[in-house]
């Protein structure tokens, strides 16, 4: 197993070094430049060439890609133009807030789609079976933003005031004024230096992990309560095709003879649907699941444009319009890390789902 | 059943042709006989319709601000809520069934004409699409060997990255606006209709009528424009349907963050992109465009679940 993945991530470094390389001439390619973008209207001939010394665009395109390539071995991914920071520390600030919502966004898909699907299979042409498929139909449908804000009215406008009211359009990730302690500050090591002081500083940037690690419970519930809305907003798509996938697989699954099998021996239906039913029906799931996560990206550009939060999704907007080369690759790296790696899981589980596939 | 001769060529047609009103039939059968799609088509119908008598329907101008014809006394604000006689608005006051907008134009009137304009978006881009992708996919799937590779290659990069954020990459190229939004939502699409065609080209490639018209000295271009691709379709209209909802989807969001249609083009995802600030004091703003783009996007994929159960009966539920 520990062989397969080793040799599956050193597989993985041709597509990885491909995304980089095109990225680095696509954004080359987009017509405007960092420094017009940045400098406005201060823009003039002297001030560009020292901007562009700066960052290194002064060097030919095939000399940037070199140094750019050996400074990423070392998790050295530039300068940011717009920010004048290093670009490790812009993802780092705000990766959390897009991995928290993704993370929500995908529990509520997952378990709200498989959910719908086992309903609508063991009880096929019922009314629960209709119900949920339009459900499901209607989700696919609905575009992101119309149902972010839609839900934001009912809860953030109508509900307001009573218990049920919840964070809407713009609402940023907390209560304004909110303060609270990082998971340094709380553990009392606020001295703490050095790589370990940057994963605890990374994970207090997730408020909900931040606030269960470091018992602060109201920063948990206010994080979260923030995150409700664009989670399912975010989620709903992919809960749909979770949905339809496991109806349909699970139905195919339950027609055939070992089920029947089951059934004859006298199992409670219960025990058959879970144990014979939905364990073999996992595989088409599994990968939908998989592939739906890159969507998930794009609509996190919609959901954080709505919510007002400042995740990686409106970051790369921001940055492509600002002609950002390094956030751009920066963030563009990390999109092909996850994709390479949800690939890599979507392959692992299927061992454990059925014996028969072994990774070799 | 009659041998169809082609008259120019002397070789027999595809057995496809022969008894194609009989075959129709049937398909409309099939098609009628799911829920979804009569769901769908029915959506559909009524939209076209919405989008035909855009002029009659609407009696208002939707791209020019009120204002000059009604005054401020007569409810003629930004933003002013609907203004329906039947429920109580005051009978002085004209009525807006959807209210005014942001520049005091009448919002049914720009939904009534956006239908127009994402139907259009929809066609055209999944037409743009298909073409493309029938092209790369016709000649990767007839060519083979190292044709096959590179063109399949590059669509699977292209199949890596988000969908929204390539489109968002593109636009960023060629510069904001809805045309060339539509340029890259299409382009973003077109790798899935490459595949699907080189899949179907694959195994009509094998049939005893391309055999018997490559015996025949038939040129691989005429083959493949006249036998290989004709009976490669069913799968492309299939994926081109649902591919419809997804495209209209795509350019609303483009539109939404400002990279697509601009103003004063009617165009939903735009409206709600300009407006949704102000959901608190006018939510119209936002709900009238919202249902009718998530109206237009659940027709076409309805109708596409429909034809793909219709067309491949191993799927049906």
């Known amino acids: 197993m520990i062989q397969f993945i080793v040799r599956r991530l050193f597989t993985s470094i041709p597509v990885m070094l491909g995304v980089v390389v095109i990225v680095f001439i696509l954004v080359r390619v987009i017509p405007g430049d960092p420094c017009t973008a940045t400098l406005g209207e201060r823009a003039n001939a002297a001030r560009c060439a020292e901007f562009n010394a700066r960052i290194g665009l002064d060097q030919p395109i095939p000399v940037q890609l070199g140094i750019y390539l050996k400074d990423v071995v070392t998790l050295d991914l530039g300068m940011s133009s717009k920010f004048g920071r290093p670009v490790t520390e812009v993802l780092l600030q705000r990766l959390p807030t897009t991995i928290e919502l993704t993370f929500y966004a995908l529990v509520f898909a997952i378990v709200v789609g498989m959910g719908l699907g086992i309903v609508a299979a063991s009880r096929r042409n019922s009314a629960a079976d209709v119900g949920a498929m339009m459900l499901a139909n209607l989700g696919v449908s609905i575009p992101v933003f119309v149902l972010g804000l839609v839900m934001a009215f009912f809860f953030a406008v109508i509900l307001k005031g009573t218990p049920f009211a919840l964070p809407g359009v713009a609402a940023g990730r907390l209560s304004p004024g909110f303060r609270f302690d990082t998971i340094p500050e709380a553990w009392g090591i606020a001295t703490l230096d050095g790589p370990l002081r940057g994963i605890l500083d990374f994970l207090s940037n997730m408020y909900t992990i931040n606030g269960l690690l470091t018992f602060q419970f109201d920063l948990f519930i206010d994080a979260f309560r923030h995150l409700i809305l664009p989670a ?129 | 059943m009659s041998a169809t001769v082609d008259a120019a060529t002397g070789t027999p047609l595809p057995a496809v042709d022969a008894g194609a009103t009989r075959n129709s039939r049937s398909i409309w059968r099939r098609i009628l006989a799911q829920r979804p799609a009569v769901i769908g088509l029915t959506i559909l119908s009524f939209l076209f319709a919405v989008a035909l008598f855009a002029d009659v329907l609407a009696t208002y101008n939707p791209e020019r601000s009120v204002l000059g014809i009604e005054t401020r006394a007569q409810g003629a604000v930004a933003r002013a809520a609907p203004c329906i006689h039947a429920l109580g608005c005051a009978a002085d006051r004209p009525e807006h069934w959807m209210g005014l907008d942001g520049n005091v134009i009448d919002e049914f009137a720009r939904v009534v004409f956006g239908a127009r304009v994402s139907l259009l978006i929809g066609f055209v881009t999944v037409g743009v699409a298909i073409v493309a992708g029938l092209i790369i996919g016709a000649v990767a799937g007839y060519a083979g060997g190292w044709i096959d590779n590179i063109l399949m290659r590059i669509m699977d990069v292209f199949l890596a990255f988000p969908a929204l954020l390539l489109s968002i990459v593109i636009v960023t190229i060629l510069g904001a606006g809805l045309v060339n939004a539509m340029i890259a939502v299409a382009i973003v699409a077109i790798p899935i209709y490459a595949r699907v065609m080189r899949a179907s080209v694959l195994s009509i490639r094998e049939q005893d009528y391309v055999t018997a018209a490559r015996a025949m000295g038939e040129s691989a271009f005429g083959i493949l424009l006249r036998r290989v691709i004709p009976n490669s379709l069913t799968p492309m209209i299939v994926q081109g349907t649902l591919g419809i909802g997804t495209a209209v989807l795509e350019v609303a969001a483009l539109s939404f963050l400002g990279l697509g249609a601009q103003i004063p083009t009617p165009e939903w995802g735009q409206m709600i992109g300009r407006e949704y600030n102000n959901l608190q004091n006018a939510p119209h703003l936002i709900f009238f465009p919202g249902i009718a783009l998530t109206l237009t996007v659940l027709g076409f994929n309805l109708l596409g679940d429909g034809l793909r159960d219709a067309f491949d009966p191993r799927l049906t539920r």
């Open chain 1, 232 to 360: 399912i907003a975010l989620g709903t798509i992919p809960m749909a095709i979770i949905a339809r996938m496991t109806r349909s697989s699970l139905l195919e699954v339950m027609g055939l003879d070992y089920v029947r099998t089951a059934r004859a021996k006298g199992l409670r239906g219960r025990i058959v649907l879970f144990r014979h039913g939905l364990r073999n029906a996992m595989l088409p799931v599994v990968t939908v699941i998989g592939l739906s996560i890159g969507g998930l990206l794009s609509g996190a550009v919609l959901t954080e444009t709505i919510f007002g939060l400042t995740g990686v999704g409106i970051t790369i907007s921001q940055a492509i319009t600002s002609r950002d080369y390094a956030v751009i690759q920066g963030v563009a790296l990390f999109v092909a890390l996850v994709y390479v790696v949800v690939n890599l899981l979507t392959d692992i589980s299927y061992g454990f789902l059925d014996p028969r596939v072994r990774p070799s």
